[in-house]
């Protein structure tokens, strides 16, 4: 496999550094680091540049916090000067991570994403007659540091740029050389790159007929149960002699009783909500009712909100249970 090179002079490109401030300030503007860091703006993208020539970066400033949506999930927040610089580098590295990507690897990719995936999962249910699913127990925090950038260094071959890595990498850890913070632009391209080679492994050398992963959620499907079970065998060996990964209980089942992923439930012919993501729907039409009723947002605000919420579930057959949650609200 050729190794990419001469991408530092890319990344360090003023025009590449201004459009990775961009990005990393869509949807943030009003935050005082934004603010702050917008008041020098040049001076801050000139010192990014030498510290990105030089490979001396500053790497780590996380802010860590909770989250419970759609399950517990420690969340570290990068400075936003760090996440200029993630997205410096991503604008450049990203096409050489997408080129090891195989076409049923729906995560943080351009043109794919949750519902692409979901489509796609929905045409294998009525294909096959059997589903076998996958997921790995504790993803990020099982990342073997010492795999990710020996296969970072087969990818690409800019010293600077893998030392940069390097450092990224190194600034999180959950146990010695294990780990990638959830929350950092370059964790979710390194995690969903570090199973890109389960990917090869599935397609190539067990040569299943359909396969779909959403990073760390995959399934494989079959006609044959037996041939199933005799590649989830294979699989769970795989992951742990050569990616050091664990899998959590899997699940191998009838097409006919639905399969269970990202948060839906999908039938041959038809999709519905989870339980737990009606019960989430529920909650927050409550939370966001209230927000409107106690003037907390605005017309705007509340509209917003609901629209996100409701396009999720407008991916699923919800029209009845949607009438009921808003027939319910208030009492």
């Known amino acids: 496999m050729k ?4 991408l530092m002079p890319r990344i360090t490109c003023f025009d590449n550094l201004e459009l990775a401030y961009f990005k990393a300030k869509k949807g943030k503007e009003d935050k005082l680091q934004v603010i702050e860091y917008r008041k020098n703006l040049q001076s801050n993208l000139a010192q990014l540049q030498e510290k ?3 490979g001396n970066i500053i790497a780590g400033t996380y802010h860590y916090f909770t989250i419970y949506d759609p399950k517990k999930r420690q969340i570290c927040a990068a400075g936003f000067g760090e996440r200029v610089m993630h997205h410096a580098l991503m604008n450049i590295c990203h096409l050489f991570f997408e080129k090891y990507q195989i076409f049923d690897s729906y995560a943080t990719r351009i043109g794919k994403g949750t519902y692409k995936a979901l489509e796609r999962s929905a045409q294998f249910q009525k294909q096959y007659q059997w589903y076998y699913k996958f997921d790995i127990r504790k993803y990020f925090d099982s990342i073997d540091q010492t795999i990710l950038q020996k296969m970072l260094r087969n990818k690409f071959k800019d010293p600077v740029l893998l030392h940069i890595f390097g450092q990224i990498i190194n600034s999180y850890n959950t146990q010695p050389a ?3 913070p959830i929350g950092n632009l370059t964790s979710q391209y390194f995690a969903n790159h570090y199973l ?9 050398h067990l040569h299943m007929p359909a396969y779909v992963r959403y990073m760390d959620d995959f399934i494989i499907w079959h006609d044959d149960k037996d041939m199933l079970k005799q590649a989830g065998n294979k699989i769970t060996a795989f992951l742990s002699e050569n990616l050091e990964l664990t899998l959590k209980t899997a699940a191998l089942n009838s097409t006919s009783k639905g399969l269970t992923f990202l948060s839906y439930l999908v039938f041959p012919e038809k999709i519905y ?3 737990r993501s009606r019960k989430r729907y529920r909650l927050k039409t409550k939370i966001y009712t209230g927000n409107l009723e106690k003037k907390i947002w605005s017309q705007a605000e509340f509209q917003r909100h609901a629209m996100a919420l409701n396009s999720f579930v407008f991916h699923a057959d919800s029209l009845y249970f949607r009438k009921q949650v808003l027939c319910n609200i208030g009492q």
């Open 3 to 6: 190794r990419a090179g001469l």
């Open 52 to 54: 990105l020539l030089t």
């Open 178 to 180: 294990k780990g990638v």
């Open 196 to 204: 890109g080679m389960l990917d090869h492994y599935v397609l190539e």
């Open 273 to 275: 909500l989870a339980a």
